[in-house]
Protein backbone atom coordinates (compact mmCIF):
# COMPACT_ATOMS: atom_id res chain seq x y z
CA UNK A 1 0.00 0.00 0.00
CA UNK A 2 1.34 3.27 -0.86
CA UNK A 3 -0.04 6.19 1.57
CA UNK A 4 2.25 8.91 -0.32
CA UNK A 5 -1.07 10.04 -2.02
CA UNK A 6 -2.24 10.65 -5.76
CA UNK A 7 0.59 13.61 -5.91
CA UNK A 8 1.48 17.28 -3.98
CA UNK A 9 -1.23 18.72 -2.19
CA UNK A 10 -0.72 22.46 -2.57
CA UNK A 11 -1.89 23.77 0.61
CA UNK A 12 -1.15 27.51 -0.56
CA UNK A 13 -4.50 30.10 0.07
CA UNK A 14 -4.57 32.14 -3.08
CA UNK A 15 -7.39 34.63 -1.42
CA UNK A 16 -9.81 35.35 1.45
CA UNK A 17 -13.03 36.90 0.33
CA UNK A 18 -16.33 37.53 2.67
CA UNK A 19 -19.38 38.49 1.67
CA UNK A 20 -20.13 41.77 3.64
CA UNK A 21 -16.81 43.27 4.40
CA UNK A 22 -13.22 43.02 2.65
CA UNK A 23 -10.39 41.91 4.12
CA UNK A 24 -7.05 42.22 3.16
CA UNK A 25 -4.52 39.81 4.37
CA UNK A 26 -0.95 40.41 3.85
CA UNK A 27 1.12 37.35 1.81
CA UNK A 28 2.70 36.10 4.75
CA UNK A 29 -0.14 35.86 7.21
CA UNK A 30 -1.73 33.63 3.71
CA UNK A 31 1.61 31.63 4.36
CA UNK A 32 1.29 30.93 7.91
CA UNK A 33 -2.22 29.89 7.80
CA UNK A 34 -1.28 27.23 4.80
CA UNK A 35 1.73 25.91 6.97
CA UNK A 36 -0.88 25.33 9.57
CA UNK A 37 -3.23 23.76 7.49
CA UNK A 38 -0.52 21.71 6.31
CA UNK A 39 0.42 20.75 9.55
CA UNK A 40 -2.71 19.56 10.43
CA UNK A 41 -3.18 17.22 7.57
CA UNK A 42 -0.19 15.52 8.07
CA UNK A 43 -0.82 14.97 11.29
CA UNK A 44 -3.93 13.15 10.38
CA UNK A 45 -2.77 11.52 7.21
CA UNK A 46 0.51 10.45 10.18
CA UNK A 47 -2.10 9.09 12.63
CA UNK A 48 -4.51 6.95 9.94
CA UNK A 49 -1.02 5.23 8.96
CA UNK A 50 -0.02 4.24 12.26
CA UNK A 51 -3.41 3.00 13.38
CA UNK A 52 -3.02 1.03 10.01
CA UNK A 53 -0.15 -0.07 10.40
CA UNK A 54 -0.88 -1.25 14.02
CA UNK A 55 -3.38 -3.33 12.75
CA UNK A 56 -1.58 -5.35 10.11
CA UNK A 57 1.74 -5.94 12.50
CA UNK A 58 -0.49 -7.34 14.79
CA UNK A 59 -1.57 -10.25 12.21
CA UNK A 60 1.07 -12.94 12.28
CA UNK A 61 0.25 -14.31 8.43
CA UNK A 62 1.19 -10.88 6.56
CA UNK A 63 4.73 -10.23 5.62
CA UNK A 64 5.58 -6.53 5.88
CA UNK A 65 8.28 -4.80 3.62
CA UNK A 66 9.01 -1.21 4.98
CA UNK A 67 10.21 1.22 2.81
CA UNK A 68 12.19 4.03 4.89
CA UNK A 69 12.79 8.15 4.14
CA UNK A 70 16.45 7.40 3.76
CA UNK A 71 15.96 4.94 1.03
CA UNK A 72 16.52 1.95 2.88
CA UNK A 73 14.04 -1.31 2.46
CA UNK A 74 13.70 -3.71 6.10
CA UNK A 75 11.47 -6.89 5.63
CA UNK A 76 10.03 -7.35 9.09
CA UNK A 77 9.59 -11.09 9.97
CA UNK A 78 6.41 -12.82 11.87
CA UNK A 79 7.67 -12.00 15.46
CA UNK A 80 7.06 -8.14 15.59
CA UNK A 81 5.46 -5.32 17.65
CA UNK A 82 5.02 -1.87 18.02
CA UNK A 83 6.51 -0.05 21.21
CA UNK A 84 5.80 3.72 21.59
CA UNK A 85 6.91 4.96 18.27
CA UNK A 86 8.79 2.08 17.28
CA UNK A 87 8.47 -1.10 15.66
CA UNK A 88 10.52 -3.54 17.00
CA UNK A 89 11.12 -7.12 15.28
CA UNK A 90 14.14 -9.47 16.25
CA UNK A 91 15.61 -11.04 12.55
CA UNK A 92 17.61 -13.47 14.71
CA UNK A 93 17.10 -15.33 18.41
CA UNK A 94 19.73 -12.63 20.21
CA UNK A 95 19.03 -9.86 17.80
CA UNK A 96 16.40 -6.99 18.25
CA UNK A 97 16.03 -4.00 16.03
CA UNK A 98 13.92 -1.53 15.79
CA UNK A 99 12.12 1.01 13.31
CA UNK A 100 10.98 4.16 13.60
CA UNK A 101 7.69 5.18 12.71
CA UNK A 102 7.91 8.46 11.61
CA UNK A 103 10.90 7.13 9.53
CA UNK A 104 8.91 5.20 7.44
CA UNK A 105 7.44 6.51 3.64
CA UNK A 106 5.39 3.34 2.30
CA UNK A 107 4.94 0.03 3.50
CA UNK A 108 3.88 -3.42 1.48
CA UNK A 109 2.19 -6.01 2.70
CA UNK A 110 1.76 -9.47 1.41
CA UNK A 111 -0.04 -12.74 2.17
CA UNK A 112 2.02 -15.40 3.33
Given amino acids: MDFSGK ?11 FTKKSL ?16 VFMQEQGAKFKNQLERYVNYRGIDIVLYLKDGSRVELDRNRKIVGERIVYFPSKNLTSAV ?8 EFFVA
Fill in 7 to 17: GPIDFRIKSVS
Fill in 24 to 39: YFPPYFLNILSAIFKD
Fill in 100 to 107: EIASISRA
